[in-house]
T-cell receptor
Framework: GQSLEQPSEVTAVEGAIVQINCTYQTSGFYGLSWYQQHDGGAPTFLSY????GLEETGRFSSFLSRSDSYGYLLLQELQMKDSASYFC????????????FGQGTELSVKP | NAGVTQTPKFQVLKTGQSMTLQCAQDMNHNSMYWYRQDPGMGLRLIYY???????DKGEVPNGYNVSRLNKREFSLRLESAAPSQTSVYFC????????????FGDGTRLSIL
């Protein structure tokens, strides 16, 4: 089977740093992506890691350890607008980009 | 910049009715996808099309059919709707490359009574 585990909820205060973890068990692995979704709207892409290590894009960073089947999304200098659901997703095939999504982490940023 | 366009945005059906959800992208992407999202859940892949002329099953294909009409359009059909298919349906597209993101439409909110 295929499974991705991430916390269901995380709460943090404005200006803080928060880390959302994702562990996976899939039949294939070609990379780990992160998506953001506000209020049930269209998910939007945040980051992609195919190799071990840290990828940084502005306030957001994403990390991957393939040997541990583990990754995380790090959000720095949290803003109220970062309140959203965050999904990790594993690319499980090479042709066609098939993704398996985790169940999502709802991040609440408090003032 | 339309991106990925889904129609309709909302629909209510009765059990047993049929319906086709439409999706079109204007980004010249090779790959297209249909997902469903139930409350408090992640997205589950129903079907995808890696390229024009091909379709493959995802995690939850039962009760659905798809058609890749051309490179731009990918439709999802419910032949005999069931209450368990009440969900939000998202279409997405991608160039298909290894680090290329999927771009999502705004979704179709479907209720089956």
């Amino acid at each position: 089977g295929q499974s991705l585990e991430q916390p269901s909820e995380v709460t943090a205060v404005e200006g803080a740093i928060v880390q959302i973890n994702c562990t996976y068990q899939t039949s294939g692995f070609y990379g780990l992506s992160w998506y953001q979704q506000h209020d049930g709207g269209a998910p939007t892409f945040l980051s992609y890691n195919a190799l071990d290590g840290l990828e940084e894009t502005g306030r957001f960073s994403s990390f991957l350890s393939r040997s541990d089947s583990y990754g995380y999304l790090l959000l720095q200098e949290l803003q109220m607008k970062d309140s959203a659901s965050y999904f990790c997703a594993v690319r499980v095939n090479n042709q066609g980009g098939k993704l398996i999504f985790g169940q999502g982490t709802e991040l609440s940023v408090k003032p | 910049n339309a991106g990925v366009t889904q129609t309709p945005k909302f629909q209510v059906l009765k059990t047993g009715q049929s319906m086709t959800l439409q999706c079109a992208q204007d980004m010249n992407h090779n790959s297209m996808y249909w997902y469903r999202q139930d409350p408090g859940m992640g997205l589950r892949l129903i079907y995808y099309s890696a390229s024009e002329g091909t379709t493959d099953k995802g995690e939850v294909p039962n009760g659905y059919n798809v058609s890749r009409l051309n490179k731009r359009e990918f439709s999802l059909r419910l032949e005999s709707a069931a209450p368990s298919q009440t969900s939000v349906y998202f279409c997405a597209s991608s160039s298909g490359g290894s680090n290329q993101p999927q771009h999502f439409g705004d979704g179709t909110r479907l209720s089956i009574l």
